[in-house]
């Protein structure tokens, strides 16, 4: 599960790094807003459970686009030190902003799955994990499909290659950087909305999640798909393991050693291509 979803925030983050040559710093936020937008239409309004994923990510894909369309694009062009401190300024304002309107305490969410786990043989696990598994590895299916078989996952795959020629074949820029701020955007939103309802919602919960993305687009090698999805993986197993056989409090710690191990050996990741957003 832990996988899926982190699996989830590197693709989101691989996609916008690699089309747009930008470090959303915002990525751990977009995360905490899913996660608050499912409290607020599940806790709050009381709306079925399922729709308000539905829009909880819809949602996190609107204030995606209006973060790029608003902070993003007056900046195309500058240089990178620009857009970095813009982004981490938008960063810390998103961060402030939901814990004044949410207050600092954690809060849980409901769900609609039974409370008796699924068994199978000596394995039992809960079902809003089989749930949340289910519906990350069918969303990066679902990207990864975008990106291949579509007239836009062409177009961003060509802005990726050489945005100038891209441009001069008809392609629009603007747009394409806006669609990819947005999925990325929509993608982390969903994480955190599929995760909310597993653990806590609280307002620095973006934080290490941020961290675990940029970990995963690393290890994966920067703007590789498939590097970002199993890097997801190999992240949330090592941590896993690391909690089982040494600590629960080195979980994090462990993957995060496992970064500086790949960076020794291995420093454009493990999974660098020539080719890559695909």
């Given at each position: 599960?832990?996988?899926?979803?982190?699996?989830?925030?590197g693709?989101?983050?691989?996609?916008?790094?690699?089309?747009?040559?930008v470090?959303?710093?915002?990525?751990g936020?977009?995360?905490t807003f899913g996660?608050?937008?499912?409290?607020l239409?599940?806790?709050?309004?009381?709306l079925?459970f399922?729709?308000?994923?539905?829009?909880?990510a819809?949602?996190?894909?609107?204030?995606?686009?209006?973060?790029?369309?608003?902070?993003?694009r007056p900046l195309?062009?500058?240089n990178?030190?620009?857009?970095?401190?813009i982004?981490i300024?938008?960063?810390?304002?998103l961060?402030?902003t939901?814990?004044?309107?949410?207050?600092?305490?954690?809060k849980?969410?409901?769900?609609p799955?039974?409370?008796?786990?699924?068994?199978?043989g000596?394995v039992s696990?809960?079902w809003?994990?089989?749930?949340?598994f289910?519906v990350?590895?069918?969303?990066?299916?679902?990207v990864?499909?975008?990106i291949?078989r579509?007239?836009?996952?062409?177009?961003?795959?060509?802005?990726f290659?050489?945005?100038?020629?891209a441009?001069?074949?008809?392609?629009?820029i603007n747009?394409?950087y806006?669609?990819?701020?947005?999925?990325g955007?929509?993608?982390?939103?969903?994480a955190?909305?599929?995760?909310?309802?597993?653990?806590?919602?609280?307002p620095t919960?973006g934080?290490?999640?941020?961290?675990?993305a940029?970990?995963?687009?690393?290890?994966?090698?920067?703007?590789?798909?498939?590097?970002?999805?199993?890097?997801?993986?190999?992240l949330?197993?090592?941590e896993?393991?690391?909690?089982?056989?040494?600590?629960?409090?080195y979980?994090?710690?462990?993957?995060?050693l496992?970064?500086i191990?790949?960076?020794?050996?291995?420093?454009?990741g493990?999974?660098?291509q020539?080719?890559?957003?695909?």
């Amino acid at each position: 599960m832990l996988g899926s979803t982190y699996a989830l925030l590197g693709v989101g983050l691989t996609l916008i790094f690699g089309i747009m040559r930008v470090v959303n710093f915002t990525h751990g936020e977009l995360y905490t807003f899913g996660a608050y937008m499912v409290f607020l239409f599940v806790m709050v309004l009381e709306l079925n459970f399922f729709l308000a994923l539905v829009l909880a990510a819809l949602l996190g894909v609107v204030l995606g686009a209006v973060i790029e369309l608003t902070l993003l694009r007056p900046l195309r062009g500058a240089n990178i030190d620009t857009t970095m401190l813009i982004m981490i300024g938008a960063w810390i304002m998103l961060q402030n902003t939901e814990q004044f309107v949410w207050s600092g305490i954690a809060k849980s969410i409901n769900t609609p799955f039974p409370d008796e786990p699924l068994t199978i043989g000596p394995v039992s696990v809960s079902w809003v994990r089989v749930f949340v598994f289910g519906v990350a590895v069918l969303l990066i299916v679902g990207v990864h499909l975008l990106i291949h078989r579509t007239r836009l996952g062409k177009a961003m795959r060509a802005t990726f290659q050489d945005h100038d020629t891209a441009a001069l074949m008809g392609v629009n820029i603007n747009h394409i950087y806006t669609a990819t701020f947005a999925l990325g955007s929509g993608l982390a939103a969903t994480a955190g909305a599929l995760l909310g309802p597993v653990f806590v919602v609280a307002p620095t919960m973006g934080n290490l999640a941020a961290l675990k993305a940029f970990a995963i687009v690393i290890m994966g090698g920067l703007g590789n798909f498939k590097g970002a999805t199993l890097g997801g993986f190999i992240l949330a197993f090592v941590e896993e393991v690391g909690a089982g056989y040494i600590s629960s409090g080195y979980r994090d710690a462990m993957g995060f050693l496992l970064i500086i191990i790949v960076l020794v050996f291995r420093p454009t990741g493990l999974f660098a291509q020539s080719e890559r957003v695909g």
